[in-house]
């Protein structure tokens, strides 16, 4: 029951579907290194440059073998103990990077198109990386193609190094103004997020008591039942309404009357468990909802608060205290699944039924649904 508030209230991405993604991006990730591959392949053809296969296997073969183990990483969950990278997007940028490194070193007269392509990489992580992440992705990349132009340099090859030093910090700048970029898509994204949740939060939050709204109660509710059918196990459910509310704000006025429904509430949630549930469903009615507990043992609970709201001072003015005026009390009917119903709109009916002869039977009591006939009646207005 914790777990299923838990879900609706913070809906944190399900780790199976977070891994399902990163696993996509993976092999999207994987794609693109090979259709640069391809495109250097045919670069090389369409330019008379000399095309040597063994290199290009190695190109693939190490493409494969480090893709391989970012998709592992990701596979058998241990990218999720990645708390520095939290949304793994720097492992496998930095595992890009490398390779892109390593193809500069195998074909160096083809690093034009490689640096075309890391500049290219960050647009598929917009929104998730930032300043931070791109600086040290260029940081690396640009060290790396150094270290990999001179590589080559040692075996023979002949280049301008003072050209390719302004190359790299070229290439230096142009991540970095990424990183700045993308640092405010990344903040922006984080804003909307945090909207996101917070109007979700709203649509199943009552606004004066805190508490979670009907169509919150009715959610976990009905999820609680689909629980129990599968698995079996028991739960109660408990309607309650504020007796005769209406005097105590013609009384105290509607100001006290408001102040009143929120101090029930803190009532309420201290007389339940914290797995257990309580909401504002109506003006003055609430509904409770006990998880693993017999009809019994959850009416032990409902009269324990009752006890606590006749016990309680609502009033806020001295003159209303002196004069007893700011005492309330509530009335509620109990129901359980499954020895008296197990859908939602049978188990709520019964309870309903039962705060209604509570009610009838001179309010301030508790009583316990019955599964026989139940009376015909109108709208309680009490």
């Given amino acids: 029951m914790a777990q299923i508030r838990r879900r609706v209230w913070n809906n944190p991405?399900?780790?199976?579907?977070?891994?399902?993604?990163?696993?996509?991006?993976?092999?999207?990730?994987?794609?693109?290194?090979?259709?640069?591959?391809?495109?250097?392949?045919?670069?090389?053809?369409?330019?008379?440059?000399?095309?040597?296969?063994?290199?290009?296997?190695?190109?693939?073969?190490?493409?494969?073998?480090?893709?391989?183990?970012?998709?592992?990483?990701?596979?058998?969950?241990?990218?999720?103990?990645?708390?520095?990278?939290?949304?793994?997007?720097?492992?496998?940028?930095?595992?890009?990077?490398?390779?892109?490194?390593?193809?500069?070193?195998?074909?160096?007269?083809?690093?034009?198109?490689?640096?075309?392509?890391?500049?290219?990489?960050?647009?598929?992580?917009?929104?998730?990386?930032?300043?931070?992440?791109?600086?040290?992705?260029?940081?690396?990349?640009?060290?790396?193609?150094?270290?990999?132009?001179?590589?080559?340099?040692?075996?023979g090859e002949r280049f301008d190094f003072a050209r390719e030093i302004q190359l790299a910090i070229t290439l230096l700048v142009m991540g970095l103004f990424s990183g700045?970029?993308?640092?405010?898509?990344?903040?922006?994204?984080?804003?909307?997020?945090?909207?996101?949740?917070?109007?979700?939060?709203l649509a199943l939050t009552d606004a004066l008591t805190g508490l979670p709204n009907r169509r919150h109660f009715e959610e976990v509710l009905r999820g609680e039942l689909a629980r129990l059918d599968r698995y079996g196990g028991s739960c109660a459910v408990a309607i309650v309404d504020v007796d005769d509310f209406k005097g105590f704000n013609d009384r105290l006025g509607h100001p006290a009357g408001d102040a009143a429904l929120r101090q029930l509430a803190a009532l309420m949630r201290a007389g339940l468990r914290s797995s257990d549930l309580a909401a504002r469903i109506g003006g003055e009615e609430f509904g409770l909802i006990m998880v693993a507990t017999e009809k019994a043992p959850a009416a032990v609970v409902v009269e324990r608060i009752r006890r606590a709201v006749e016990l309680h001072d609502f009033a806020e003015r001295d003159d209303a205290r002196l004069t007893g005026g700011g005492r309330l009390t509530i009335s509620a009917g109990v129901a359980a699944c499954p020895v008296d119903a197990a859908s939602f709109e049978g188990l709520f009916e019964l309870a309903d039924d039962a705060l209604y002869r509570a009610k009838e039977a001179g309010r301030n009591r508790i009583c316990l649904a019955e599964g026989g006939n139940r009376p015909q009646r109108q709208r309680r207005n009490a």
């Fill in 13 to 155: 991405m399900n780790p199976a579907s977070a891994r399902a993604i990163r696993t996509r991006g993976v092999w999207l990730a994987t794609a693109g290194l090979f259709l640069a591959l391809a495109v250097g392949t045919a670069l090389q053809a369409i330019g008379n440059f000399p095309f040597y296969p063994e290199r290009w296997l190695l190109a693939a073969a190490a493409t494969l073998a480090v893709q391989s183990l970012v998709w592992a990483l990701v596979r058998f969950g241990w990218s999720e103990r990645f708390r520095w990278d939290r949304h793994f997007v720097l492992t496998p940028m930095l595992a890009a990077s490398l390779l892109l490194v390593f193809f500069v070193y195998l074909s160096p007269e083809l690093r034009e198109l490689v640096l075309m392509v890391w500049l290219v990489i960050p647009l598929f992580v917009a929104g998730l990386a930032g300043f931070a992440e791109l600086a040290v992705l260029s940081v690396f990349m640009s060290s790396g193609y150094l270290v990999a132009v001179r590589l080559r340099m040692d075996h």
């Fill in 180 to 201: 700045i970029v993308l640092e405010r898509l990344k903040r922006n994204r984080e804003e909307m997020k945090r909207l996101r949740s917070e109007l979700a939060q």
